[in-house]
């Protein structure tokens, strides 16, 4: 993922963070599961959080994964706040995780549906887990970072990245499995 650079990390403030990370923010809330105006609520709420906070501090954390605690943070107390509230409508703001829309629309389809089915696995995964799969294997953090941001023992960062990865694998493999299903069925009813 491209990033514009904190000029002194040192000194980042709120400002500075949003710049360079919203966009972050945004794709790792999506990634969450925040979907529409919910998803622009939250980012506003990290940055406004992260303000309140002071910005960011070097040490361990990376902004990256202290951004990705706030976001968290941010997605479940929502969550809590208005379970019986939530969406379950998939739409174009999947593209967000891959980039601009392509001109072919038959491939656009193909990229929109593998976009819906990471969705949809990383949804099949437990909130805590899939933060730190998300920031481990899609943003390339390093687990000691991670642990640092989500302030968790290094540990439960490898055991909740574990989880998550099997998590993922059953998630995968379902899906191909109906995706295999649905072509015999359709195969067997042109015969």
């Given at each position: 993922m491209l990033r514009e650079s904190v000029p002194d990390p040192g000194s980042a403030d709120s400002e500075a963070l949003f710049r360079a990370y919203a966009s972050f923010v945004a794709?790792?809330?999506y990634r969450l599961g925040a979907?529409?105006?919910e998803l622009e609520d939250l980012v506003q709420d990290v940055f406004l959080t992260a303000h309140r906070k002071g910005g960011y501090r070097p040490g361990a954390a990376s902004p990256t994964t202290y951004l990705a605690r706030l976001a968290l943070?941010?997605?479940l107390a929502r969550r809590r706040r208005?379970?019986?509230w939530r969406a379950a409508k998939q739409d174009d703001a999947a593209l967000a995780t891959v980039g601009a829309e392509p001109s072919d629309p038959s491939r656009a389809l193909a990229e929109k549906q593998a976009v819906l089915r990471l969705q949809a696995a990383l949804d099949s995964i437990e909130p805590g887990a899939r933060a730190?799969?998300?920031l481990f294997e899609l943003d390339g953090e390093t687990c000691e970072s991670i642990a640092a941001g989500l302030n968790l023992k290094l540990g439960t960062v490898y055991s909740r990245l574990h989880a998550a990865r099997r998590?993922?694998?059953i998630a995968v493999?379902?899906?191909e499995e109906r995706e295999r299903s649905f072509g015999l069925r359709r195969k067997?009813?042109?015969l």
């Open positions: 794709s790792f809330l979907r529409d105006g943070e941010a997605r208005e379970s019986r730190v799969f998300v998590a993922f694998r493999s379902k899906s067997q009813e042109t």
